[in-house]
């Protein structure tokens, strides 16, 4: 079924009614035409019958005289052929009348008395019942002969002939325009799919574009769509320059406040009253509030840039190779298994996610960090595909409510491990504005597990 909204279904569903249209009004009057044609052509041959019979009744002068034999066709002599005439005297009180020898005692109708003005200058032609119940073509006409004598002559031959060959008409027509209208409807839908391929191409470039392939749309577009191509290239070029302001904006507003609060805080520093303790104090707040909106603001400028896309097996291992050298004096084993997947977002966001839980990861393990990353099908057709990224570890982990306790912002378990507890609240809020999720659980090796579940390209 063509969607209502499709306008490719639209195009093809106006070309095939047309089409549908104009075949049954051509066809209509083609039928009409040859069915008017062949009726004619067959008054005309029984016209030529009258003539011969209205010329042996004017050679004799008398109706007794009339002889069949000069019409030549020798089915007006076999009983009930479905060809016959008939002479009549018109006018009077004579019903004389000589008929074909085809019709037998029968008669045939008159068409005189069936015409309302009685006009005898005019010869007529109709569809009759004849003898036997047949359906029969019958033309008639009223002779004055020189004496003043008026005959009604009327032939008539049988309908299935004219109605037999205008029906093997109409049969040809019909399949013969069956046969156009199916080749009109294919060559609509495909004329409807050639048209529209130029859009078909843009969106494959938007969505090229999208999976970072490209940066913008070809310009080798035909004219009626490309003023279309043109401002959705603006558009995305301006997509980047809001993007780049915003980031430049989030960082000057870095630089702006946080030498003020680092004057704060070293000003207090330098008194041990009550007051500035508690100065310092929320000053350190201020700094925590002011690191965790400003990553935010980073994190939504980079989710808002179209087209970037990161492979993450490379981010996986560089991270891993780091995480080695910065806990290399633990001996730490740092495993790293990674489907070929690409996530859909800047690689400076993928490794600000990962970074942060191998990072916690390293920190509680014992031993033994597993990194997992995990391609998966969409969860619906037509919805984004997605990948997993699970790192393991073999440390204490943790409980279900000190999972949801962890989570929140500025929130640290233990205060003797160094950070300042926005880590896994960065995480879930960047994992959040891609379209996925931080889930914190336990690992098969006991400690902790940490899975976000990202958009992949």
């Known amino acids: 079924m063509i969607a209502p909204r499709s306008l490719a279904g639209r195009l093809f569903a106006a070309a095939a009614l047309w089409s549908l249209v104009v075949l049954l009004g051509v066809g209509f009057m083609l039928s009409e035409y040859y069915r008017a044609a062949a009726e004619r052509a067959y008054d005309e041959r029984l016209h030529l019958y009258l003539r011969t019979l209205v010329f042996d009744l004017a050679s004799h002068g008398d109706l007794a005289q009339v002889n069949v034999a000069n019409i030549g066709d020798p089915r007006f002599e076999f009983p009930l052929s479905g060809w016959y005439w008939q002479v009549s005297r018109y006018g009077g009180q004579s019903n004389e009348y000589k008929a074909s020898r085809s019709l037998f005692d029968q008669t045939l109708p008159k068409l005189l008395d069936m015409d309302e003005d009685k006009d005898t200058a005019v010869a007529r032609e109709a569809y009759v019942e004849g003898p036997d119940g047949q359906r029969l073509r019958q033309v008639e006409r009223v002779v004055t002969m020189t004496g003043g004598d008026q005959y009604l002559v009327a032939v008539a031959g049988e309908a299935a002939d004219v109605t037999a060959e205008i029906r093997s008409f109409n049969l040809a027509l019909g399949v013969s325009f069956a046969l156009l209208g199916l080749g009109l409807v294919l060559v609509a839908a495909v004329q409807v799919r050639w048209g529209l391929r130029p859009l078909k ?21 035909p004219t009626e769509v490309a003023p279309l191509a043109r401002e959705l290239n603006a558009l995305i070029e301006s997509n980047r320059e809001i993007v780049e302001r915003a980031r430049t904006h989030v960082g000057n507003l870095a630089h702006a406040l946080k030498t003020p609060l680092s004057v704060i805080t070293n000003e207090a520093a330098t008194h041990r009253s009550a007051f500035a303790a508690k100065v310092a104090e929320q000053a350190r707040t201020m700094r925590t509030q002011i690191d965790h909106h400003l990553e935010r603001a980073r994190i939504a400028a980079g989710t808002a840039m179209i087209g970037a896309v990161t492979d993450v097996g490379p981010v996986v291992e560089a ?139």
């Open 201 to 221: 191409a843009i969106s494959d470039n938007i969505a090229s574009i999208r999976a970072g392939r490209i940066d913008r749309i070809s310009d080798e577009v």
């Open 319 to 457: 991270l891993a190779r780091t995480m080695r050298k910065v806990h290399q004096d633990r001996h730490l084993i740092i495993e790293v298994r990674a489907d070929a997947v690409r996530f859909r977002g800047e690689q400076q966001d993928l490794e600000e996610m990962i970074g942060n839980l191998l990072d916690n990861a390293c920190k509680w393990a014992v031993q033994r960090v597993v990194i997992s990353v995990l391609a998966e099908r969409a969860p619906a057709p037509g919805a984004r595909p997605v990948f997993r990224v699970m790192i393991d570890d073999d440390g204490p982990g943790l409980t279900q409510a000190q999972c949801e306790e962890v989570l929140k912002r500025g929130r640290r378990l233990d205060e003797t491990k160094p950070g300042s507890g926005l880590g896994l609240s960065i995480v879930s809020d960047l994992a959040t504005l891609y379209g996925g999720r931080l889930l914190l659980g336990n690992a098969p090796s006991g400690g902790l597990r940490a899975e976000v579940k990202l958009p992949a390209a």
